[in-house]
Each structure stands twice: as structure tokens, then as C-alpha cells.
């Protein structure tokens, strides 16, 4: 069975899931977060060059921060979806969609700094997929899936354990989040309830967002029936709350 740890980088939640000498990193954090990275993988004994691999989740800022630097200390190869790889070879952030009026104000707000190219992100990935991927050869139960909506190449992890890296595929912070687990940022709403289906289909049965505490099954299901305008392809006639 493999190791299953998730840690803060920042603002963002990561996974390190495998065994000692063989893991896969899921997401790479806020810049400026290494420490956090080095003190979480000496608590399970476990070194930069253990990593095999890296898996991004998507290309925000806060979820690459620190990929050139675990790159470089570990060897590991970078596996992104292909919507988003050329944004990699360039370092060139994608810019956060606001599903509702306050996200969109804090887009605003930030827009400049996180579309700025980021050198602490660029270059060429390892593993480029459009599809159901399977990541026993880096030793590790599990496959990344392809889930839409959040961003276009947006990708999740699921373990044989039946924990689900999600990235920002849903989000559960109490002061956002209090009638589902909707995210306050998505490029295409309509799509997440397509990838909520599918994360339901699966075997999962604790989802680790990005932002926000592990959920069940009940909670994304209760979300996903609280918007069954998502089925249908149409948008709401009002800002969406969580």
C-alpha cells in the first residue's frame, strides 16, 4: 500500500504519495515554499531524489511555484495535460476564471502578478497526456484522470486506496464553501459537473482539494445534485454561491 501524505505549500495542498525510494509529487506549491516541501518529505524519510515524477494538476501560479527547484533537486519528470503544456514551455501562467462577483474582483486585483511569466515554472514536460494515464511504473496505484472545468487541462489523481488528489476540481474551505464544494474560480462551470460524475465513477472515496480539508463522497454528491443546471450546459441567471 502506498504512503499517502498531503502537506501545505502555502496556500495549496500537494500530495507525495508511493513508497521509500519511489514517489510521485502532486502539485508544486506557492513560490517561496520550499522549506515546507523539505520539512514535509523529512518527516516521512524521504529525500528530493525519491521523487519520480511530478504531476501538475494545473497551471496557476500557486500550484507551480517551486517546480524548477523540485525538478532540479530531484530529476524527476513533469507530467501536465496538453492544454496546458505549451503554457509550461513558456512559463506563462493561466489566468483564474472568477465564478462569482468576488472572485472576479480578486482576478482583477491580481490579474498582473498572476499572469506575469514565471522562470520558477518553465520548461519542457517530461509526459504530456490527454487521457487516462496509469502511474504504476513509477511505482505508485494509481492512474491521473483528465477533470475539465477548473481549467481546461485540469487533471486528478486516483490511488488505489481510494484517496483523490483533485486539485482545484472542487474546493472546501468553511468561509467559501457553504453550501458545496463549487469552487470559486472555473473556466468552464458547466464541465465540473461532468468531472464530478466521473470522480464519483471512480473508486475514491476521500477527495484532497487544493484549498480546503478532504471531503467524502456524500458531500460531492450532495454538490453535484445542488447544480443540475451544470448537466445541461447552461449557465445560471446570477452569480453562483458556494
Not at 504519495?17 to 523539505?38: E, R
Not at 471531503?215 to 447544480?227: C, E, H, I, Q
Request: charge should be positive; glycine fraction near 10%.
Amino acid at each position: 500500500m502506498n504512503q499517502i501524505c498531503a502537506f501545505l505549500m502555502g496556500q495549496c495542498h500537494v500530495g507525495l504519495v508511493g513508497n521509500p525510494g519511489s514517489y510521485v509529487l502532486i502539485d508544486a506549491g506557492f513560490p517561496g515554499t520550499m522549506g515546507a516541501f523539505l520539512r514535509a518529505i523529512k518527516r516521512i524519510g524521504a529525500e528530493p531524489k525519491d521523487i519520480r515524477a511530478i504531476v501538475i494538476t494545473h497551471f496557476h501560479y500557486d500550484h507551480v511555484g517551486c517546480l524548477a527547484r523540485i525538478r532540479d533537486l530531484s530529476g524527476a519528470g513533469v507530467i501536465v495535460h496538453a492544454a496546458e503544456a505549451e503554457a509550461m514551455r513558456k512559463g506563462e501562467m493561466l489566468v483564474p476564471v472568477g465564478t462569482n462577483r468576488f472572485a472576479r474582483a480578486i482576478v482583477r486585483a491580481f490579474r498582473g502578478p498572476a499572469a506575469r511569466p514565471h522562470r520558477t515554472a518553465a520548461g519542457n514536460p517530461t509526459i504530456v497526456i490527454d487521457r487516462e494515464y496509469d502511474l504504476s511504473r513509477f511505482g505508485v496505484g494509481g492512474r491521473i484522470i483528465p477533470t475539465p472545468g477548473h481549467t481546461r487541462g485540469s487533471v486528478s489523481v486516483i490511488l488505489d486506496s481510494g484517496d483523490a488528489f483533485i486539485g482545484d476540481a472542487a474546493a472546501n474551505m468553511p468561509l467559501v464553501n457553504r453550501k458545496s464544494v463549487f469552487p470559486p474560480f472555473a473556466e468552464e462551470p458547466a464541465k465540473l459537473a461532468q468531472t464530478w460524475a466521473a470522480l464519483l465513477e471512480t473508486n475514491a472515496g476521500t477527495f484532497h482539494p487544493a484549498h480546503g480539508g478532504p471531503f467524502d463522497r456524500a458531500k460531492l454528491a450532495a454538490s453535484l445534485a445542488a447544480f443540475p443546471w451544470a448537466r445541461t450546459g447552461s449557465r445560471p441567471s446570477k452569480d453562483i454561491t458556494a
